[in-house]
Each structure stands twice: as C-alpha cells, then as structure tokens.
C-alpha cells in the first residue's frame, strides 16, 4: 500500500473512533457533567433532573450515568413519556437527607411517572430511615413516610443489581405498572423498622421478581389490590413479615388479584412464610389462581396462614364477614420448620369460604416434632403426605 493510500485509511480510521467516541458521549449522561457533587453533602437533585431531562428529549437510546461517590438527592420525580430507551447506571450510592424532615410529606424519594422502557442497573440508594422510624417509634407527629423508589404508570421495566438500604417506608413500589423485571436486588432494614416492606406490587401485570433478597421490617413482598401475572422465584425472606397478597378488601369496590406464582424460595426467621389477609367486611375483591412450590421454610412463626378476619382495633367490620373470595389455591413442597406450634393456619370467612385449596407434600415440624393446624371455612383436597394433618 502506498503512502497515500494508508494516510487515507488512518484518516478514515480515526474518524470513524472520534465519530464513534462522540456518538457514545451524546448518548451517555453524566450527572457530574450536570453539577452533580459526589461528596454526599451538595444538592444534586437538580443535576440528576437535569441529566434526565436532556435523555428524556433524545431519540436515541441513552445511559444517564451515576459514576462512583455519595449524591445527594432530594425528592425527585422523573416524569415521562420519554422519546426512546434510558438507562439509569449507578455506580455510587445515592443517599437521602440525614435529617428525615428533608423528605418531606410527598411519600416518595425517586419518583418515575409514565416512563417506558426504563432500566435501573446496580447502585445503593441510602434513604437513612433510622431518624424517621425513632420518630414513628417516639408517638410524636411525623411525615408520612418516603418509598425510596417507586414507579407509577411505567411500562417495560428493569430493575437489575440494585441494593436499597434504611427505607422511611416500603423500599420499593410497583404501581400501575405492565410487564416489569426485578432481578438480583437487596432490600434491607433492620427487623424492628416500621413499615419497610421491601416490594409492593398492586395494579400492575407481567412482574417478575427473581434471584433478590429481603431483610426488612414489613412485608418482604406485598402484592396488592388488581395484581395479575406475577411471578416470584429465587427469593430469600427474612427477617420480615414474609411474602404477603393482602391486605385486600379494604375498599368495597376493589380490583382482584390473580395468577400469582413464588417457587423455589426460602424464608429465614420471618413472622410468617406465605400469607394471604384480608379485612373482614365487604368487598368485590377476589384471589385466585396462586402457586406456592418448593419453598423451604427455617424457624418462620406462621408459615403457611390465610387471615380473611383481619380489622384491625375491630373499627369498620360490622358483619366479620370478608367478601373477598379466594379460590384455586396451591401450596406444593413446602417443608421445614416453625417457630410456633400452629404451622398451618386458615381463618377463612364465614360468607364466602376458601374454594379449592390443594394441599400437596407439605411436611413442616415444630422443635423436632410434627406441628398442628386449624381450618375454617375451607374447601379443597389434599395430596401425597401433609403435616401438619388437620385439614380438608
């Protein structure tokens, strides 16, 4: 080749590298780039809405980048709809204010609303609840308590390798949502917080949730009023109060929840294993379709329990009666153990009786010994060896 001609192709080489560098830096937003500060001390709400503001315009698929450092983030709502793909790829740790008062009364912290195709990869969100729960804890007046993440009316989700820590409240929220993956997430609070469920899930449908861990204060996972196709797998709860559909029938006219799926988990030291509550008063609100398979349950105090009688200071229940119906329920290979006697607990309601339980292979002690059961208002079968025995 002469010399021409490789000058010609380096050039062409070298231009296509400075094209290429300038496209992946148009398409990456750096929050530092915005005047973020990663000191952990400096406001950095506006540089983060700044960042996002300039990827929400792009129509090319974009990365909003938290590189690694403490930012500090005030309550923040990242609003679409959005022209294309984002990307938010955490690096550092985004912490809350240190005194709880500086999240406010909106009961949220990061906030998205009406964004699709959205993914959150890897990071620390810090909310540095401890201040807040002593004030929940001390009966004095308080704020009512910030989620640290949540998601409202968003479409084609991911979050991926996020680690959320010290929630005022739920660490993590689902809401009007369609088809959302969380995968390898950690959620924790210390065991004594006050409402930290770790995912609440409620009006939404195509969630998986998988290959997470919860260690919180509340609910590992709440599924709420109008969840459908959720499935659960991989998961390790506890402590908490485990994984929970309900409360439901708050509300007389209410969505139900369906074709709920949690396989091949374990509870460790939860207040309970599997549950399902509702309140005790009328109610359109249904569940049915619910697979529980291949669970395994270590020192957890309840851990299989339907609750249809739940009302709390028995204020607004005048009949006791839950007009939630539960049907076509399935708890298969569950073993282990429990931390009290009664393992096994259905309290279903008077006027509408559990339809179509299954009980298969279920084998759970209590200090070494078979455990007991109790069971009203239920209807269904069994299969292959259940202990505790007592029902259906």
Same mark, same amino acid.
């Given at each position: ?31 530092? =780039? ?23 315009? $792009? ?24 022209? $294309? ?33 959205? =993914? ?71 065991? /004594? ?28 996972? =709440? ?58 008063? +009328? ?31 028995? /204020? ?25 006697? +009664? ?11 559990? /339809? ?32 505790? +025995?007592?029902?259906?």
């Amino acid at each position: 080749m002469d010399n021409n001609k490789l000058v010609a192709v380096l050039v062409m080489l070298s231009s296509s590298f400075l094209l290429m560098k300038s496209s992946t830096a148009a398409n990456n937003f750096n929050v530092v =780039s915005f005047g973020a500060k990663p000191d952990g001390r400096t406001d950095s709400t506006k540089a983060f809405l700044g960042a996002w503001q300039a990827a929400c315009r $792009s129509a090319a698929s974009v990365t909003v980048t938290v590189p690694r450092g403490n930012f500090l983030l005030k309550p923040v709502e990242f609003r679409g709809p959005c022209r $294309s793909r984002i990307t938010f790829q955490i690096y550092g740790t985004i912490v809350a204010p240190l005194d709880y008062r500086g999240l406010g009364n909106s009961g949220y912290w990061i906030l998205f609303v009406k964004v699709n195709r959205i =993914s959150i990869n890897g990071g620390t969100l810090d909310a540095r609840g401890a201040s807040f729960w002593a004030c929940r804890k001390s009966g004095k007046s308080c704020p009512v308590g910030a989620r640290s993440m949540t998601f409202n009316w968003a479409n084609d989700v991911v979050v991926t390798g996020l680690t959320s820590i010290n929630s005022q409240a739920t660490h993590l929220v689902i809401n009007s949502c369609n088809n959302v993956i969380v995968r390898k997430v950690k959620l924790v609070a210390p065991d /004594q917080s006050p409402n930290t469920d770790g995912l609440h899930v409620q009006g939404s449908a195509g969630v998986t949730v998988t290959d997470s861990t919860f260690q919180t204060g509340d609910d590992c996972i =709440s599924i709420g009023p109008g969840t459908r196709n959720l499935y659960m797998s991989k998961l390790n709860c506890g402590p908490g109060h485990g994984i929970s559909i309900g409360s439901l029938g708050r509300d007389a006219n209410e969505a139900g929840v369906e074709n709920i799926t949690l396989i091949n988990s374990v509870f460790s030291g939860s207040d309970n294993g599997v549950r399902i509550k509702t309140w005790a008063r +009328q109610s359109t609100g249904f569940v049915r379709n619910v697979l529980f398979q291949n669970l395994i349950m270590k020192n957890v105090q309840n851990p299989i329990i339907v609750d249809q009688n739940y009302c709390p200071a028995n /204020q607004g229940c005048p009949k006791q009666g839950s007009g939630v119906k539960i049907s076509q329920v399935v708890y298969r290979n569950i073993q282990g153990t429990s931390r009290t006697q +009664q393992a096994l607990t259905f309290d279903c309601s008077r006027s509408n009786p559990c /339809q179509a339980i299954r009980l298969h292979d279920i084998k759970l002690t209590f200090n070494g010994r078979s455990a007991t059961s109790t069971c009203k208002n239920i209807k269904g079968v069994k299969a292959g060896v259940v202990m505790p +025995q007592g029902c259906l």
